[in-house]
Structures are given as structure tokens and as C-alpha cells.
């Protein structure tokens, strides 16, 4: 495995620990500025309204897991796959699952730092 191959899969570690522990500041440190989400039924959005919808997420619990399938590096741009398992557990309220697949472009930064640029996010409801 490769440097960058080590540092891609840290970058997708550290996104679900973040995650799990509602730290947005790492979650977002993790993005590019120019980050683009697609998600079904969605116009596409970029960093400030991810950030908007996790805060208003309050104190959701976030447990997930997430498996890389496929990771390819290209230069200074690479894409993965990722098959992704979440559960929402907002407080007051039921347990959401989504699952599915991801495909995420990511690019190696200035500062020498892989970052997400781009994700079509295809996690749906599971019961």
C-alpha cells in the first residue's frame, strides 16, 4: 500500500470518528472549500450547507462503520468506494439507518493534506 493509499484511508477513518464523536470542526477540516455533495432527490450543495445540516442535527448520535471497496490514486486525485452502514440515533426520536454506496473524489491540497472533493452519496433508508 502506498503513502497516499495510507493517508486516503486515514482521511475516511478519521471522517467516521469525527463523525461519531460530533466533532464538525475535524469533519470539515476534512473537506476541500470547493467540496461538492450529490445526494438523491437534491440540487448538489458544498461545505456550508453540509455544515448548516449537521448543526442542525443538535445532539444526534452517530454510530456507522464504513468499508473502502474500491480506492484508486490518480496524480493528485483519487476516488473511492466506500459501502457505508449508518445510524442516526437523534435524541427524543427513532433510529435512522441508511446504507449503500458512496463515490468520493478526493484531491491531494497544497498543503500536501487528501481531502474530499466531490461525493455522490447513494445511502438510502434501511430498516
Known sequence: MTDDEKAIRQVVASWMAASRAGDLATVLGLMSDDVVFMT???EPFGKETFAAAMKAMGDTEIEGKS???ELQVLGDWAFIRNRIDITARPTGSAPVRRAGYTLTLLRKEADGAWRLARDA???TLRS
Open 40 to 42: 438523491p432527490g437534491q
Open 67 to 69: 468499508e473502502i471497496v
Open 121 to 123: 452519496n447513494l445511502l
